[in-house]
């Protein structure tokens, strides 16, 4: 007997959907009939690419994908951003934060600006996702926040990227307590190495050492990150609120 994951009539919001992970979970929840809220933050390609994306779900479920330009870094932008969700589509039942950013350093020769910046994107966004997420999410949704390896592991020169990914982890577990009272769940997700865009800038003899403690060894696909989304968003996690899910393929440091 197969179980089959329903999302039809629930709306999805995915920050840094243009690509990578968060694409795949648009397609992923657009799959399991979900209406999809896809942000960008208006820089480079992104643009292109999540209207791109659009297309391709509304071709096949026309109105199922729309598209927002929204810098989650700023407070005010993003207060807009889900004002505007609600009076287009009358709020949202999942809220999945996943943009992030990643600017390397050493602690010693980080700037100012390469540590406030991580901080400004991956840790006060998912602060203000989520602060004005749950003003305009119905009762019983759930929010998926992207966590990361890095968090536990330390990885050298990502001191601004491990302490953002570490508060976020964190930050889920506060929020689970604040929200259970309206019966929204709140959890995270700590990849591992995942085969992206962003992992491919990784020197070819690092991702060696990476492989080696990895005992699936093989980097993970963006598949496998977006259907524990899917899952934790599902009835099926019905009871699983303010926890971090690893998907590392087993890595243990």
Same mark, same amino acid.
């Given at each position: 007997?197969?179980? /089959?994951?329903?999302?039809?009539?629930?709306?999805?919001?995915?920050?840094?959907?243009?690509?990578?992970?968060? $694409?795949?979970?648009?397609?992923?929840? %657009?799959?399991?009939?979900?209406?999809?809220?896809?942000? %960008?933050?208006?820089?480079?390609?992104?643009?292109?690419?999540?209207?791109?994306?659009?297309?391709?779900?509304?071709?096949?479920?026309?109105?199922?994908?729309?598209?927002?330009?929204? =810098?989650?870094?700023?407070?005010?932008?993003?207060?807009? @951003?889900?004002?505007?969700? #609600?009076?287009?589509?009358?709020?949202? =039942?999942?809220?999945?934060?996943?943009?992030?950013?990643?600017? =390397?350093?050493?602690?010693?020769?980080?700037?100012?600006?390469?540590? #406030?910046?991580? @901080?400004?994107?991956?840790?006060?966004?998912?602060? %203000?996702?989520?602060?004005? &997420?749950?003003?305009? @999410?119905? =009762?019983? &949704?759930?929010?998926?926040?992207?966590?990361?390896?890095?968090?536990?592991?330390?990885?050298? &020169?990502?001191?601004?990227?491990?302490?953002?990914?570490?508060?976020?982890? $964190?930050?889920?577990?506060?929020?689970?307590?604040?929200?259970?009272?309206?019966?929204?769940?709140?959890?995270?997700?700590?990849?591992?190495?995942?085969?992206?865009? @962003?992992?491919?800038?990784?020197?070819?003899? /690092?991702?060696?050492?990476?492989?080696?403690?990895?005992?699936?060894?093989?980097?993970?696909?963006?598949?496998?990150?977006?259907? !524990? $989304?899917?899952?934790?968003?599902?009835?099926?996690?019905?009871? !699983?609120?303010?926890?971090?899910?690893?998907?590392?393929? &087993?890595?243990?440091?």
């Amino acid at each position: 007997m197969s179980i /089959a994951i329903d999302l039809s009539g629930k709306v999805t919001l995915i920050t840094g959907a243009s690509q990578g992970i968060g $694409a795949q979970m648009a397609r992923t929840f %657009h799959r399991a009939g979900a209406t999809l809220v896809i942000n %960008h933050p208006g820089v480079s390609t992104t643009c292109a690419d999540a209207e791109t994306l659009a297309a391709q779900l509304n071709s096949l479920r026309a109105g199922s994908a729309h598209v927002v330009a929204t =810098d989650v870094s700023k407070a005010e932008a993003v207060q807009r @951003m889900m004002q505007d969700v #609600k009076q287009q589509l009358g709020g949202i =039942d999942f809220l999945i934060n996943n943009a992030a950013i990643l600017r =390397d350093r050493t602690l010693a020769k980080m700037s100012l600006d390469e540590w #406030k910046s991580v @901080m400004d994107v991956n840790l006060n966004g998912v602060f %203000h996702c989520c602060k004005y &997420g749950l003003e305009i @999410m119905r =009762d019983n &949704g759930a929010i998926v926040s992207l966590g990361s390896i890095a968090a536990i592991q330390g990885f050298y &020169g990502q001191a601004n990227y491990a302490a953002a990914k570490a508060g976020v982890q $964190a930050m889920m577990r506060v929020l689970a307590r604040e929200a259970a009272r309206r019966g929204i769940r709140a959890n995270a997700i700590a990849p591992g190495v995942i085969d992206t865009s @962003m992992a491919a800038t990784i020197p070819e003899n /690092a991702r060696a050492e990476m492989l080696k403690n990895i005992p699936l060894a093989r980097f993970g696909l963006t598949e496998e990150v977006a259907t !524990v $989304a899917l899952f934790l968003c599902s009835p099926l996690a019905s009871y !699983v609120t303010g926890q971090t899910l690893e998907v590392n393929g &087993g890595w243990r440091g």
